[in-house]
């Protein structure tokens, strides 16, 4: 990813959360690898989505705006040299040549394992060269981080997707049914190759579920509209309706409204607990394609008789 993750993205460093997901999916919409054979649109398709990662996390961006972090989400070096170390105030071996101990200083340096080997010894991760010789260590390698937009019945349903990896590695990943916006899949060992015997890292993925024009989703419910003719609304009638785990028979109640929401326990997403939410079928009175003269004169009989208003609560409620 490039060193600043704001102009793989194309914003400012004060663009909104809003303004960062936009610019994302512009991107994504361009350059994906499934979209194009082009490698420069590849490249800039894999430093957007690294960007992307980093900065839609309010705390690692925030982290990353103070310098705490890099644009890989890796923790910057602190610099610090043996002399500061060594004039600590409490330190037993300020101003000595005494190095019977670099325990700690290791520990700071490389993390609890670097401290391991316990006084004089440098630690676990550290291989012998020989007559005592230090010639490397383990570590273990870096977390990679990318994002996956993966469409709306695939994140609710679950099912696979394939991806290709920076280091051209093709996998089969699992989403979880009921994957939700922004929720990550941990690929483990799949990462930054670690160092001497240090295992690999991981790959983080976050996952972007796109929008459907069909479904909607309100927590763990989900909602569609199912259109239905003039008569169906009128008389009532038995339809076919789409759902998640396949067509089911839905009852519309005679003289059903556009807006009518049917609601079929169970059949929504799932929830952290294992649980379904609810789907709700919104129902939308069709007219038919064209209103020939017999519909037009019934219409205008039945209206004589029976005319309402069906604005007037609206009205009466707007006073």
């Known amino acids: 990813m490039a060193d600043d993750p704001y102009a793989a993205l194309g914003v400012s460093r004060t663009a909104t959360e809003a303004e960062l997901k936009k610019a994302y999916r512009k991107i994504a919409k361009a350059d994906h690898p499934d979209l194009t054979d082009d490698k420069a649109a590849h490249d800039r398709f894999k430093a957007a989505s690294a960007a992307y990662d980093l900065l839609k996390d309010p705390d690692q961006r925030a982290r990353f705006d103070r310098g705490e972090i890099d644009a890989q989400g890796q923790e910057r070096a602190q610099r610090r040299y043996y002399r500061d170390f060594s004039e600590a105030q409490g330190n037993p071996y300020r101003g000595e040549a005494n190095y019977g101990d670099f325990s700690d200083v290791f520990a700071d340096l490389f993390g609890d394992g670097g401290a391991a080997g316990g006084r004089g010894g440098f630690g676990q991760g550290w291989q012998s ?7 490397s260590f383990d570590m273990r390698g870096q977390d990679h981080r990318y994002t996956l937009e993966v469409d709306f019945l695939t994140a609710a349903r679950g099912g696979t997707t394939r991806i290709t990896l920076p280091d051209g590695n093709v996998l089969d990943v699992t989403i979880p049914a009921g994957t939700r916006d922004g929720q990550t899949i941990r690929l483990r060992g799949k990462g930054g190759a670690g160092m001497g015997n240090g295992a690999a890292g991981d790959a983080l993925l976050s996952v972007t579920v796109a929008d459907d024009p069909d479904w909607r ?19 009532g009638a038995k339809v076919e309706a789409d759902t998640l785990d396949g067509p089911v028979m839905l009852t519309v109640p005679a003289g059903a409204s556009s807006g009518r929401k049917l609601r079929l326990r169970g059949r929504g997403l799932k929830g952290a607990d294992g649980r379904r939410g609810d789907h709700y079928v919104e129902l939308r009175v069709a007219m038919p394609p064209v209103v020939d003269d017999e519909l037009a004169e019934f219409i205008r009989g039945w209206r004589a008789k029976n005319a309402y208003d069906p604005r007037a609560d609206r009205e009466r409620g707007g006073r």
Do not use: M, Q, Y
């Open 129 to 135: 060269g020989g007559r005592g010789g230090a010639r």
């Open 217 to 235: 989703r309100d927590g763990d419910d989900v909602v569609t509209t199912l259109p239905i003719s003039l008569d169906e609304a009128v008389l």
